[in-house]
């Protein structure tokens, strides 16, 4: 089954801990990216990567790194966690070109930073 | 600036009335349109596009759209709706195949009333 998988998929944590949220998809798509949603606000991008070693900030990257070292794999990760980084989190992945906005979502990352 | 703008909030509709969720956007260059619908717990799932040709494009599970531009405006629309369509709608705006610029509104949620 074509998916985007996502872990954990609830996450309270404190302030300062490190944590990594993962993101793999199994159909072999050159493109990955994070969203945050916030309510209101709608989704906001975080970073995203159009193939293996190639990752590029968007719109709200402050307090994020990612890394793309498989093609299939697309880890978020918050060095330092602030309370301003609760949110839902998902990761999507497509092809790229015209069929890049079918993008496929991983079912979505609840974080709590307290 | 770019930006997409989906006025309300929230709308709740009688099961087998007919919908139409407003969007309105504005962006420089032509604009690539879409909406994403997000069923409760789970990720986004694209509806339909819209690049260029017909303005009236159809979607999956029986939703449509027609793009006007001179009023800047993308409307989603079904006929009848039925208790599953209970969700959250997300209109978007981007370049052409380039899904890393995509601009998502802030949602509409929609109820369904029995």
């Known amino acids: 089954e074509a998916q985007v998988t996502q872990n954990p998929r609830y996450l309270i944590t404190v302030t300062g801990k490190k944590l990594t949220v993962t993101c793999s998809q199994n159909?072999?798509?050159?493109?990955m990216s994070w969203y945050r949603q916030d309510p209101g606000l709608g989704l906001r991008q975080i970073y995203y990567?159009?193939?293996?070693?190639?990752?590029d900030k968007g719109d709200v990257p402050e307090g994020y790194k990612v890394s793309r070292k498989e093609k299939r794999n697309f880890p978020l990760i918050l060095e330092s966690p602030s309370p301003n980084q609760t949110s839902l989190y998902f990761c999507?992945?497509?092809?790229?070109?015209?069929?890049?906005?079918?993008?496929?979502f991983g079912p979505g990352t609840r974080l709590t930073v307290t | 600036a770019q930006s997409v703008t989906q006025p309300d909030i929230h709308i709740t509709v009688s099961e087998g009335a007919s919908l139409e969720l407003r969007c309105n956007y504005s962006y420089g260059a032509t604009p690539y349109l879409f909406w994403y619908v997000q069923s409760p717990g789970q990720g986004l799932q694209l509806l339909l596009k819209?690049?260029?040709?017909?303005?009236l494009v159809q979607g999956i599970k029986g939703f449509e759209a027609e793009f006007k531009r001179s009023q800047s405006s993308f409307n989603l629309r079904k006929p009848s709706v039925h208790w599953s369509d209970a969700a959250e709608y997300f209109c978007a705006v981007g370049p052409y195949s380039s899904a890393s610029k995509i601009i998502f509104g802030s949602g509409t949620r929609l109820s369904i009333r029995p």
């Open positions: 990567s159009m193939n293996v070693e190639v990752t």
């Open positions: 159909m072999n798509h050159e493109y």
């Open positions: 999507a992945s497509s092809l790229l070109g015209e069929r890049s906005y079918e993008q496929y």
């Open positions: 819209y690049f260029s040709g017909d303005t």
